[in-house]
């Protein structure tokens, strides 16, 4: 396997807990998604956008725990410029599942 990554190149990748704060459709986005904010605790709130709108709904996101890429430079997309990137399983109709902990943790806490 070619792509294989060194334990250094895994290691720069920040991977964060954040709570969902706001979510809200992105009506100016080409795909469906919703605009978001999660809340990484002492790394501050960040803007991300998602193209979750087949398994979820933005007033049901609220609250719930996510994991996150919040390293990567911010990425203008459409009017909106997302500042992390938040992770998720794609199925095989395209449908996104979040990654999420199993429990309750500290928003901010490193995956590692």
Do not use: H
């Not at 459709?25 to 002492?42: Q, T």
């Amino acid at each position: 396997m070619d792509n294989t990554l060194t334990w250094d190149d895994f290691t720069k990748v920040e991977m964060r807990i954040g709570t969902i704060t706001s979510a809200e459709v992105f009506k100016e986005a080409r795909n469906p998604a919703y605009k978001m904010l999660i809340d990484f605790g002492e790394y501050g709130t960040r803007k991300t956008s998602a193209q979750i709108t087949k398994l979820y709904q933005p007033n049901l996101l609220i609250g719930k725990q996510v994991i996150a890429v919040v390293n990567f430079p911010p990425k203008q997309i459409a009017t909106f410029m997302s500042e992390c990137l938040v992770l998720g399983v794609i199925g095989k109709d395209k449908e996104v599942t979040l990654l999420q902990p199993e429990r309750g943790v500290e928003n901010g806490a490193r995956i590692g």
